[in-house]
């Protein structure tokens, strides 16, 4: 929602949609994960981040497709690769990054909590957007350094309401003995 050199706003509604739309399906993922590695707990079965990995990929997949098949764009997909093959090596490449950048995700997913994955995720954009600012000289509006600052507090909120929490039942565990 910032403005260009010339005054002129880059976002438009559709993109504010999709980040909006992003965010609740990160929320509504994050809900199923919980609530699936919970019922495999009293099942007594430890969920496996590649379990996760597996399931989630292919029904992404199945998504995808579908969607592609109804805007009947595998046609054109498929002409495009045939007439640029060189692209099939970017896409191994994209495709191996993915792999290892999801093992790490489902790893935690699967050993901590999707919140503690959400929080990961998000400390690494906002270092990333620090990164680039800080090495690449790009500008930052006051609303863009707000939402840094917001994030930010978000997440050392968070580290404190856990440490205090642990603190408490450290207390409570000597008060016991």
């Known amino acids: 929602m910032g403005k260009k050199k010339g005054g002129v706003s880059t976002s438009t509604p559709l993109g504010v949609m999709f980040i909006l739309l992003s965010l609740f399906m990160d929320g509504v993922t994050a809900g199923v994960q919980k609530r699936l590695k919970a019922d495999l707990g009293k099942v007594g079965v430890k969920p496996k981040p590649y379990d ?23 046609s054109s997909g498929m002409a495009y690769c045939s007439a640029n ?69 978000g997440i050392l909120s968070e580290i404190q309401a856990k440490y205090s929490a642990s603190r408490a039942r450290h207390y409570k565990s000597k008060v016991s003995m």
């Open 85 to 153: 093959p060189e692209i099939f090596s970017l896409i191994v490449k994209f495709s191996v990054c993915s792999a290892i950048g999801q093992s790490f995700i489902f790893y935690t997913v699967a050993t901590f909590d999707p919140l503690v994955c959400s929080t990961v995720t998000t400390t690494r954009k906002i270092f990333s957007v620090l990164l680039s600012i800080f090495t690449k000289g790009h500008n930052l509006s006051s609303s863009g350094w707000a939402g840094i600052s917001l994030a930010i507090g």
């Open 52 to 74: 996760f990995m597996f399931w989630t990929n292919l029904y992404m997949m199945c998504v995808a497709l579908a969607t592609a098949m109804i805007l009947g764009e595998v």
